[in-house]
C-alpha cells in the first residue's frame, strides 16, 4: 500500500505539472444563467441545460409533489420494486416522442451506454465508433468484449472502409455516433451515415445527448429532423441536460427493450430513478411539447446566433491549443464575471484544449454581448 500511495502522489504531481489538474469548484447557487461562488455572481456558459428547464416553475413543482408523494428515493432496482407508474409513463412518453415502440429508463447516460452496448454485441461482433464519441460510448464498447475499431470524425469513407473490410465476417456490426459532439459542437452527416449503415446491415446506435430537445419535432432530436428516426436502431438521450432532471433513456423495439431488462447491468443492478427525477423530466418533456417549449427551442437559436451566426449547435468550442493557456483565459473570464469551462485532456487530445462555450435560451443579449467583448479584447473571434 506504502509504494502504492507513492505512485498516487507522482501521477498526480505529473498531472499538476502538465495542466492537467483536475479540482470541482464548489458553488453557493445556480441558474441556467449564473453561478455564484464566495459571493460572488456569474454569467454561466457552461451548463447542459440549454432550455432552462431545470429551474422552470412547474417542473420543480412537479418534482416537490413526487417527493410528497413517493418520497426521496425509489427504494430499489426497477426489476425489484423501484418501477413506479411515474417511471412506466415517462418510459411510454418518450417512446411516443421519439417514435419507437418501447424504452427504458436508466440512472445517467453513462450508465446508458455502459449497460447497453454490452447488452446488444459480445466477443465475435465488431462495434465501430467515430474517434470523437463520448468516454461512455468507448467504455461500453470496451465492456462488450466485440472488436472495435474506429472511424476519423465523421469520416464516412472510413466508415465505409471499416464496414467492407468487416461485414463479410459474418458479425454483428454496431455503428456508434453522436448527433452532435459534445466537446466539438458539430453535427454528424446523420443521413449519410445512416445510408450507409444500412448499406451493410450494420445497427445504429445514436446518442441524442446533445441534440434532444434541440432539434426536430417537440425536440425529439436530429433524427427526427432529418426524417431518419424510424431507420435507428437505437436511440440514446441523456434527461440531464435539455431534460433539467438527471437520467438517460434507451429507446428502441419492444424487443430490444425486453432484452435489456434481461442484460443490460447497469439497469438491473442499479437503483430506479428518484421520483423527483422522474416527475421533472416528466414535465420538462410535456414543455417541450408545448408552445412555451417552442418559443424557448427559438429563443435558443437567437442565442446561439448571436454568439455565432454559423452555429449549429448550443456548443461552442475556442480551441486554444495548450492546457496552461487554456486554464489562463478561463479564469481571465472569470475574473470578468463569466464562467467557461476550460476542457483538456483526456476529455479532448493533448494540445487541443479549449473553451467550451455553451448557450442557453434564458441568456440576455448583454450577457453575449458582454462574453464577445472580453473575448475580442483578448484577440478572439469566435
Ligand atoms: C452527457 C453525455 C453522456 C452522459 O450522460 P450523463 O447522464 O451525464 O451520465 C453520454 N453521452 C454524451 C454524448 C453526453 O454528452
Redesign the pocket.
Known amino acids: 500500500m506504502g509504494s502504492g500511495e507513492t505512485s498516487f502522489r507522482e501521477k498526480l504531481a505529473s498531472f499538476r505539472q502538465r495542466g492537467l489538474e483536475r479540482f470541482r469548484i464548489t458553488f453557493e447557487g445556480r441558474t441556467p444563467r449564473h453561478l455564484s461562488q464566495e459571493g460572488r455572481l456569474y454569467v454561466s456558459f457552461a451548463s ?1 441545460d440549454y432550455l432552462g428547464l431545470s429551474c422552470h416553475p412547474r417542473v420543480r413543482e412537479k418534482s416537490c409533489e413526487a417527493v410528497e408523494k413517493f418520497g426521496a428515493g425509489a427504494g430499489a432496482s426497477p426489476l425489484v420494486c423501484g418501477q413506479l407508474g411515474l417511471h412506466t409513463q415517462l418510459e411510454e412518453e418518450i417512446a411516443r416522442w421519439k417514435g419507437t415502440e418501447a424504452a427504458c429508463l436508466f440512472s ?6 455502459l449497460g447497453t452496448i454490452r447488452a446488444l454485441v459480445g466477443p465475435g461482433d465488431l462495434v465501430v465508433l467515430d474517434e470523437f ?2 468516454a ?2 468507448w467504455d461500453g464498447a470496451r465492456l462488450s468484449r466485440a472488436l472495435v475499431r474506429v472511424f476519423s470524425h465523421s469520416d464516412l469513407d472510413a466508415l465505409q472502409r471499416v464496414l467492407t473490410r468487416y461485414s463479410k465476417k459474418n458479425r454483428r456490426i454496431l455503428v456508434v455516433a ?1 448527433s452532435v459532439y ?1 466537446m466539438d459542437g458539430d453535427v454528424a452527416p446523420l443521413q449519410d451515415l445512416v445510408e450507409l449503415k444500412d448499406r451493410y446491415g450494420a445497427w445504429l446506435l445514436l ?1 441524442e ?2 441534440a434532444t430537445g434541440i432539434y426536430g419535432k417537440a425536440g425529439a432530436g436530429l433524427g427526427s429532423e432529418l426524417g431518419v428516426a424510424s431507420r435507428i436502431e437505437f436511440h ?1 438521450g ?4 435539455v431534460l433539467g432532471s ?3 433513456y434507451v429507446a428502441a423495439s419492444r424487443e430490444v427493450i425486453q432484452w435489456l431488462l434481461h442484460s443490460a447491468r447497469s439497469l438491473m443492478y442499479s437503483t430506479a430513478l428518484s421520483p423527483a427525477m422522474v416527475a421533472a423530466a416528466l414535465e420538462a418533456l410535456k414543455i417541450l411539447h408545448s408552445e412555451e417549449g417552442a418559443r424557448r427551442r427559438n429563443q435558443l437559436w437567437d442565442n446561439i446566433r448571436f454568439i455565432n451566426p454559423d452555429g449549429s449547435s448550443a456548443i461552442l468550442p475556442i480551441v486554444v491549443g495548450a492546457e496552461s493557456k487554456a486554464m489562463e483565459m478561463a479564469s481571465r473570464l472569470q475574473e470578468e464575471g463569466f464562467y467557461v469551462p476550460a476542457i483538456r485532456y483526456p476529455t479532448v487530445p493533448r494540445g487541443k484544449a479549449r473553451l467550451r462555450i455553451s448557450v442557453t435560451s434564458e441568456h440576455k443579449p448583454a450577457d453575449m454581448a458582454g462574453l464577445l467583448a472580453i473575448l475580442r479584447h483578448m484577440g478572439i473571434c469566435p
Open positions: 447542459n445517467s447516460g453513462y450508465a446508458a451506454a464519441s463520448h461512455s460510448l453522436e459534445s446518442d445527448a446533445h440514446l441523456t434527461l440531464g441536460k438527471m437520467g438517460a
